[in-house]
């Protein structure tokens, strides 16, 4: 799995720009002006809620990440030219990734 390829980031930029944490977040301020204790709890909310839904995002793209890097295995002759009936020439050792139909 190459690691590089899922960036935190672009994820990080998506959970922010939720429209219901934007609302939140403009909540917060319009309630900062008034009182400063209840847009705190606001803010803080928000800012949990980003941090929660990154932890969880970020690792589900990793994983899916991984798991498609699992997903295609290729031989001389791709994969999807290969059907039902067509022999295959193949030496398997413990360890190889084949198809579950080869």
């Known amino acids: 799995m ?3 390829s899922v960036s935190a980031s672009p994820v990080l930029i ?8 934007l609302a939140l977040f ?6 900062r002006t008034k009182s ?3 847009g705190g709890v606001i803010t803080s909310v ?14 589900a793209e990793k994983t899916m990440d991984s798991l ?3 997903s295609s295995p ?6 999807r ?3 039902p009936g067509d022999i295959v020439n193949v030496l398997v050792k413990r360890g190889d990734v084949v198809p579950a139909d080869l």
Do not use: C, W
């Not at 998506?14 to 944490?21: G, K, N, P, T, V």
């Open 46 to 59: 928000v800012v949990l809620n980003v941090a929660v839904s990154f932890i969880q995002e970020y690792s």
């Open 74 to 79: 290729t031989t001389v002759v791709p994969t």
């Open 2 to 4: 190459d690691e590089s």
């Open 36 to 38: 400063v204790g209840k």
């Open 14 to 21: 998506l959970q922010m720009a939720d429209i219901l944490i």
């Open 26 to 31: 403009a909540a917060s301020i319009l309630r």
């Open 68 to 70: 498609r890097s699992l």
């Open 81 to 83: 030219f290969l059907v």
